[in-house]
């Protein structure tokens, strides 16, 4: 029984990236004017039977995904023999293998069975649905490939380029992932449909990602024959040894010596841009934290900020020429800064 590929995009009458209040809005508008109890022509029962059946599919995000996937090339599975070398695929399909699904089309029942038929036809002659196909081999668009990479706060900043090397078991570029070609088994795969891969990806990283983002690199993911899908990377920004990232901000805490805390003093601080001039001023406390506007992490307009929290350190150990000096400055200064702890 030969079966005719059903166009449910063009039944509808929506675009093949339509989303679902397209998809819903246009059923609606046809099914009202379809309908065989408002339209009196002959013909009104089987469209109205058409549009509903589009709509079934369409409105289902997995029977969707199965429907895409194969498309107009969906007899393609049948020209593998039964049981043949390498497991090729065979689709039956007929009224009583495939049940009564009542008003869907054979069309339809073909690609998604009935689940009453599928008991009783796996006891007969091994046949695949096409629908079990979906967890073996993606004809029409190759699958997602998931990888993670870790990169420096540098790299975080700047943006980098990664060249990944890719081993996957990809669809034959021969046969398509059939196995088989017009009936005998394909002899680049040995019939399995398969073949090994490994290649090459450069991968742009972008400027101001963050930990646990993806980037997504298109047409790099699995798939030898027809549309290759997508490669994603889970990106990792490893710990730097003195800045710290929080949001797009960028903190940094700097020592300096009691002295230049007292006395005030100009130092060099680095940045992810490079060392930048900062003024700190006299009588500056530990702790004391100073912002530099625009040197934090980009972000899709302008960037964050860094903040420089001071930090007065003290020697490890006390000279008496030092001993000395801080005597005369404990004596110079009565004022207790514990007074308010009581």
């Known amino acids: 029984m030969a079966v005719d590929f059903k166009d449910y995009y063009r039944i509808l009458g929506v675009d093949r990236k339509a989303d679902d209040k397209t998809i819903k809005s246009a059923y609606r508008r046809l099914a009202r004017k379809h309908h065989p109890d408002v339209a009196k022509t002959k013909d009104a029962t089987e ?33 593998a023999p039964p049981g043949g070398p390498g497991g090729g695929f065979r689709v039956e399909y007929g009224g009583d293998d495939l049940g009564n699904l009542g008003d869907f089309s054979e ?6 069975g009935d689940p ?42 700047h943006g980098a380029r990664k060249t990944f090397a890719m081993d996957l078991e990809e669809p034959c570029g021969t046969c398509h992932g059939a196995g088989n070609i017009k009936g005998k088994p394909c002899a680049a795969c040995g019939g399995g449909g398969w073949q090994r891969s490994h290649r090459q990806v450069d991968v742009k990283i972008p400027a101001g990602v963050k930990s646990g983002q993806r980037v997504r690199v298109s047409g790099e993911g699995s798939g030898a024959a027809g549309v290759r899908g997508d490669l994603y990377l889970s990106v990792t920004v ?14 940094l805490t700097l020592p300096i010596t009691a002295p230049e805390a007292a006395l005030g003093t100009t ?44 930090k007065i350190v003290m020697p490890s150990d006390v000279t008496p020429a030092e001993r000395e000096l801080y005597e005369k400055l404990r004596a110079l200064r009565s004022d207790n800064p514990r007074a308010y702890l009581g």
């Open 267 to 310: 130092l060099e601080v680095p940045t992810l841009r490079g060392k930048v001039s900062m003024k700190v001023p006299p009588a500056t406390s530990s702790g004391r934290t100073f912002r530099l506007p625009g040197y934090g992490m980009p972000r899709l307009k302008g960037a964050g900020d860094q903040l420089v929290a001071v």
């Open 47 to 79: 469209r109205f039977k058409e549009i509903s059946e589009a709509y079934e599919v369409l409105s289902d995000p997995e029977k969707r995904r199965r429907y895409d996937s194969l498309g107009p090339d969906w007899q393609r599975y049948t020209q």
């Open 238 to 251: 490893a710990s730097h040894p003195f800045f710290e990232r929080k949001g797009d901000d960028v903190h």
């Open 107 to 112: 069309f339809f029942r073909t690609i998604f």
């Open 116 to 157: 009453g038929a599928q008991a009783r036809r796996g006891t007969r002659g091994g046949g695949m649905r096409v629908e079990d196909l979906f967890d073996q081999d993606r004809r029409s668009r190759g699958g997602d490939v998931q990888a993670n990479v870790e990169i420096s706060l540098d790299e975080a900043f």
